[in-house]
């Protein structure tokens, strides 16, 4: 396709009073050869809109560098079609951070015309990835649980076909054992209405049901997977969509607790679960002769939030064990009712249940580590109260009811601590673990058939959510979206709204991938990686560090992509030592040519230059929020945007540094327990590619603190001033670079 660039300045903003506009139009037409510039006081007006579509129609320009305000703003306005279009951000990160009317702001808005101009020249339009197969937009829900019946039914609800897959007989889950259930306004109790919606579904036509069945293995990727069902011997295939896992939960273990707790030692000390069941089957009993309960203790938190063995709490607890208290009164108001609790948490309206189980008489008792001592059928709990101060004893206790906690059903091998294969590694063969006979195996619920393993990677503590801050229901598996108790635990309020969200995710993902578009975070994005295999030496760094398993491999380790799993982070095109993999707008040449565009003063002229590599998902947005905030930082600098920072290739800072550049800083997102890189790992890897740049430092005999790496937040924009002008001074320290001139 001929080309033709056009450079549009935006003067409004106060980018006009800020900068010289003809100067600027000078470096477009003259340093960057651009046949047609034109500047306008409002740029994103209807007006500016049609001076370019003017320009696009009558004088055939097709490659559009608009430099105006963030890529992050009036991005709908400025979308032509048939046109490539390269944003230059003269405004938050020039004019609204910079002196006005300044040489060093000047040349700044002039570099970022190059630059822009240099990328935009090596741009293609991208081209949507169809596949060879017939697309489906059919949805898989693995589990037949209140998630899973929900979102199956409020996808079909959308007009989507459904699989639904439950391993067991009959549908409804863990709900199934609930006699009842508290509803909104919290106050009192109501039969579970779990066979209406039960019902529901099996009278949908727009769902298919397989219970007593298995998913066999699962193969391709969103809009294009093979899925194999087992049932009563025989296979049913199927071509989907998405999937929406909703596999719920088990109950922790109380075997696995220390003796001080009683469980094992005497019928009467039961779990939450095991409560349940009884009042679902008829009166509340002692188990060890049948007799009414008179006198009970529940005791809160056993073994949970306690790092030996569950961490985390499990948020429903104290619910259900207020209900379960209630029950006890209501069939017998005579009852001693004891709660024995760490923290009681009832946050929002579930804080009026509380009030009415205080009313019904129910006993409070707050204490951290209580001993349960078993003497005959009887038992006593021992608790320091931690209001009044003193030890006491709740003796003569019929029944001892513990809360355990939710274990996901991803949660792998033995318990959750077992841990999970890292993504490469091969993992146990399944008779060295130790397995109850009602666990359920992590490697044995969807069996994908990924080089990257056969599950969803488990998280902390076997959770598979994916990006919990951003993007709840995203797993690590393009396509593949957690619901329910198996993301996160959670009650029927929850778990609701849970099943909803990841159907509409599913549905998000279907309609994006068959027009050729990525889903979150670069949701919409047409590009796609492509592999220029001659020069391939199988080192499968792409394969092994790509955080969404979009890349599968042939028997000779040469890679298969599998382009609608891929979310365009770019991770591989930095991991690629032979740079084989680039993006029609985006790749490794696109980025040194900006690099190269930059302008380097003499060493004479005191005006050191620093190139920030920064991630689009935090470090750009939070410059930009300098500029909204009107701080100022140091004018050195020249930013250039990547997908990810996992993107980074080392060969940009060797480039970077031979042209005379004096430094590097990095800007990627935080990653870590308290925040998450958005493409899940690029900022890690970004950060241990950095430590092998030692070795080109030393090659070009350059400092070593002339590249620097930062992880920030997107809240972290107020420590951004200060850390470049802090690089900055740094780098005054060590001197100009010596390769300044060549």
Known sequence: METKLAVYICTGCGIGEALDIEALSKVATKDCKAPICRNHPNLCSQDGVQLIKNDIANEGANVLVIAACS?????????????????TNIREQVVWC????????????????????????????????KPEQEMSKDILVVGGGLAGLTAALEASKAGYQVVLVEKEAELGGFQKKVAQKVTFPYKELTANDLNQLVQAVESDSGIKVYTGAKVEKISGGPCVFDVSIKQNGSTAEHHMGAI????????????????????????????????????????????????????????????QRDPEYLPYCSSVCCFTALKQAIQIKQQDPDANVFVVYKEMRTPGQGEDFYRKAQQEGIVFVRCQSPEVMVQGSKLTVEADDELSGEKILLADLDLVVLATGMVPATAFGEDFKAVQPKE????????????????????????????????????????????????PYESRRTGIYAAGCVRRPMGVAGALEDAAGAAMKAIQCVELTTRGASVHPRAGDLSYPEFFMQRCTQCKRCTEECPFGAINEDEKANPLPQPTRCRRCSVCMGACPERIISFKNYSIAMIGDMIKAIEVPEEDEEKPRIVILACENDAYPALDMVGLRRMTYNAWVRVIPLRCLGSLNLVWIADTLSKGIDGVFLLGCRHGDEYQCHFIKGSELSEIRLSKVKETLDRLVLESDRVRFEMLSIADCDRLPALLDEFAARLVEIGPNPYKGY
């Open 244 to 303: 929406v896992l909703a596999a719920g939960w088990q109950p922790y273990d109380p075997a696995n607790l220390d003796g001080k707790l009683g469980y094992g030692a005497s019928p009467n000390v039961i779990t939450n679960v095991q409560f349940e069941e009884m009042f679902t089957s008829g009166a509340v009993v002692r188990p060890s002769d049948q007799t009414p309960v008179k006198n009970a203790a529940f005791l809160q938190c056993a073994g």
């Open 71 to 87: 890529p992050r703003v009036m991005y709908d306005v400025f979308a032509f079609d048939d046109c490539v279009v390269e944003r």
């Open 98 to 129: 910079q002196k006005p009317n300044d040489e060093d702001t000047q040349m700044m808005a002039e570099d970022y015309v190059r630059m822009g101009a240099a990328k935009a020249k090596k741009t293609e339009l991208p081209e949507p990835y």
């Open 424 to 471: 490469g590694e091969e993992k146990e063969k399944e008779d060295e673990i130790k397995v109850p006979a009602d666990a359920i195996l992590v490697s044995d619920i969807l069996n994908l058939e990924y080089r990257q393993g056969p599950e969803l990677p488990g998280l902390r503590y076997g959770f598979p959510d994916s990006h919990y801050i951003c993007f």
